[in-house]
């Protein structure tokens, strides 16, 4: 069965900064999908970035950007310029075709002090 | 990207009752799933809502428990039957339109006393 790690449980960083969150996954399969999803204290689950595994550039969105490591199986956010809206729950999610479905992360509550 | 909607929002129900969730989609979608979010945890998928078919459930989880409908490409409903005060959660409704295209309802907080 595939898994996610998310072996951060909490971070914060000042805003303006730069931050990184870790996300590691196992697979056999060789095309996928990875997510990553804020959860702030609303509950809604918001689609941050995605990567698919066949693309080797790193997928990037405004202050969000992935490092995408095929090989390590590692897909790690950075936030930069960090804001006191980034503060929130973050999922790395991973899409396995032959089982149509996602697999979730433990999660990463990040906090973004004034 | 997809609009989703869920009812309700939250509710608060008694042990050995039932609550139906509605999920509504403002598009066709292939997929739809039904996930649940126990307090302080990540999501843990309950099933896949199947067009005119059953639900496909994964581990632990069973029809009588939990019934899924889906009546067309649009629209879902999951019922949480006889509550207890385990199944206090968050249940969140997620399309798919393609693999790249996953999102997910505003969620229906559910608690049960």
């Known amino acids: 069965a595939q898994t996610v790690t998310q072996s951060q449980p909490e971070m914060s960083v000042q805003e303006a900064e730069t931050v990184t969150l870790s996300c590691t996954y196992d697979?056999?399969?060789?095309?996928?999908?990875l997510f990553w999803y804020k959860q702030p204290p609303s509950r809604q689950m918001i689609l941050v970035i995605r990567?698919?595994?066949?693309?080797?550039q790193n997928a990037t969105e405004n202050r969000f950007s992935v490092n995408f490591q095929k090989a390590a199986k590692s897909f790690s956010l950075k936030i930069s310029d960090s804001q006191l809206g980034d503060t929130a729950m973050y999922f790395c999610a991973f899409w396995e075709t032959s089982g149509s479905r996602l697999t979730f992360g433990e999660g990463t509550q990040l906090t973004v002090n004034p | 990207s997809a609009v989703i909607s869920q009812k309700p929002s939250r509710d608060i129900c008694q042990r050995g009752t039932s609550l139906t969730i509605q999920c509504q989609v403002d598009?066709?979608?292939?997929?739809m799933f039904w996930y649940r979010q126990q307090p302080g945890q990540s999501l843990t998928l309950i099933a896949t809502a199947n067009q005119g078919s059953e639900a496909t459930y994964e581990s632990g989880f069973v029809i009588d428990k939990f019934p899924i409908s889906r009546p067309n490409l649009t629209f879902s409903t999951l019922t949480v039957s006889n509550m207890s005060p385990e199944d206090s959660s968050i249940y969140l409704c997620?399309?798919?339109?393609?693999?790249?295209?996953?999102?997910f309802g505003p969620g229906t907080r559910l608690t049960v006393t």
């Open positions: 997620s399309v798919a339109g393609t693999p790249r295209e996953q999102y």
């Open positions: 598009s066709q979608v292939t997929m």
């Open positions: 697979t056999s399969e060789s095309n996928y999908y």
């Open positions: 990567q698919e595994a066949y693309k080797q």
